[in-house]
């Protein structure tokens, strides 16, 4: 995958500075997108890492791979049933769908497990709302994989608001 230079030869070590409290533009910012099968919101086991694979094969059989320091995945729900995520690419993919966001994001990182989504949304909300605006949708930058996340001491995730 893109990040075989980190210290794991898997994910770099997240640096939180440069995404905290911080409000994004985007025009027309490139990204892939696939969807990954859920139960109940949680991904069935396996279908997170399947999916990452899928895309990230036609990312590199595409040479469309960003460089390390601006890779981005995004995460976010269309239903219970149904994830989605976003990986930024340099280029268009052939037989992907490729998409490209334009909005204002407002940032916030957090540090710890998943299941402190719904928490973390409460918290951007309040944040989003204290700057007098309101957010249409939330994405999830999952920093690093659960087993960098454990060797780091750190799982941080940058919530992504779209106001």
């Known amino acids: 995958?893109?990040?075989?230079?980190s210290e794991t030869q898997c994910c770099p070590k997240f640096d939180p500075?440069?995404?905290?409290?911080?409000?994004i533009k985007w025009e027309e910012k490139l990204f892939v997108k696939d969807t990954v099968r859920q139960f109940m919101h949680i991904p069935l086991p396996g279908a997170f890492g399947k999916t990452v694979g899928r895309i990230w094969s036609?990312?590199?059989?595409?040479?469309?791979?960003?460089?390390?320091k601006d890779f981005i995945m995004l995460a976010t729900e269309s239903s219970p049933w149904k994830g989605e995520l976003y990986i930024n690419v340099i280029k268009e993919i052939p037989n992907a769908e490729n998409v490209k966001l334009?909005?204002?994001?407002?940032?916030?990182?957090?540090d710890g497990p998943y299941n402190a989504?719904?928490?973390?949304?409460?918290?951007?909300?309040q944040y989003v709302?204290?700057?007098g605006k309101i957010v249409?949708?939330?994405y999830f930058y999952y920093t690093?994989?659960?087993k960098c996340a454990k060797i780091y001491g750190h799982n941080y995730v940058v919530a992504f608001a779209e106001v």
């Open 144 to 146: 690093t994989c659960p």
């Open 58 to 68: 036609k990312i590199e059989d595409a040479g469309a791979s960003p460089d390390t």
């Open 136 to 138: 249409k949708r939330y």
């Open 102 to 110: 334009s909005g204002t994001y407002i940032t916030k990182v957090f």
């Open 1 to 5: 995958m893109i990040r075989n230079d």
């Open 117 to 125: 989504v719904p928490k973390w949304i409460k918290e951007i909300n």
């Open 17 to 23: 500075e440069p995404w905290h409290d911080k409000e």
């Open 129 to 131: 709302n204290q700057k």
